[in-house]
């Protein structure tokens, strides 16, 4: 099977079996690496409005809390390296939407555990090649420090609950940009 082959395999079989949509109660949860990691909390009340605060554990004491509104709920968090530089980042997914069907990711990526810089996924629909299609529905999960996303695609004239479109799944990577970090699609594939 050729490499490109077997990596889409492994992507739709890792997504089959997961579905973060499901937890919107109260977040209240340490992540750690070794000694270092994160304690996030949000209490996920308002489906529009809620706060977060991500608090280093572990760090330089010159580290601070940050404290933060997002528009949506927190589903999941999760602590891995995804710049590749040895030190724990955090990741949170967050959904949004009527019914919660839009999803997104606020990263904090660890600067040498002395303080930690936040940036969020990029918005599919500012993406001309990605938005084509594009309705919600998310999915995500972390691999070997690489972000995967997966969505269906909606036709013209699909049903908001049945798209007939296939699927798309995007992989991206964590790269510095200036003092901070973003995250770049790596790859993206469409199936039937």
Do not use: W
Not at 49 to 65: M, S, T
Not at 75 to 82: N, V
Not at 151 to 156: A, E, G, H, R, Y
Request: proline share 4%.
């Amino acid at each position: 099977m050729k490499p490109s082959l077997l990596f889409l395999f492994l992507i739709i079989s890792f997504f089959a079996f997961t579905n973060i949509n499901a937890q919107v109660g109260k977040i209240d949860s340490t992540l750690k690496l070794g000694k270092a990691g994160y304690k996030v909390t949000c209490n996920n009340k308002n489906k529009d409005q809620n706060e977060v605060r991500v608090k280093p554990i572990g760090f330089d004491n010159a580290a601070r809390e940050m404290n933060f509104y997002i528009k949506g709920r927190i589903t999941k968090a999760e602590i891995d390296d995804l710049n590749n530089d040895g030190f724990p980042d955090l990741i949170i997914y967050v959904f949004s939407g009527a019914n919660g069907e839009y999803g997104t990711a606020f990263a904090f990526a660890s600067q040498e555990n002395k303080s930690f810089a936040p940036f969020v996924l990029p918005d599919v629909m500012l993406d001309g090649k990605l938005k084509d299609g594009y309705q919600g529905h998310d999915e995500f999960i972390l691999l070997e420090g690489k972000l995967m996303r997966e969505f269906p695609l909606f036709k013209s004239g699909d049903d908001k609950d049945k798209p007939t479109g296939g699927k798309r799944f995007v992989q991206y990577s964590v790269l510095r940009s200036g003092n901070g970090f973003e995250f770049k699609v790596a790859r993206t594939y469409d199936t039937k």
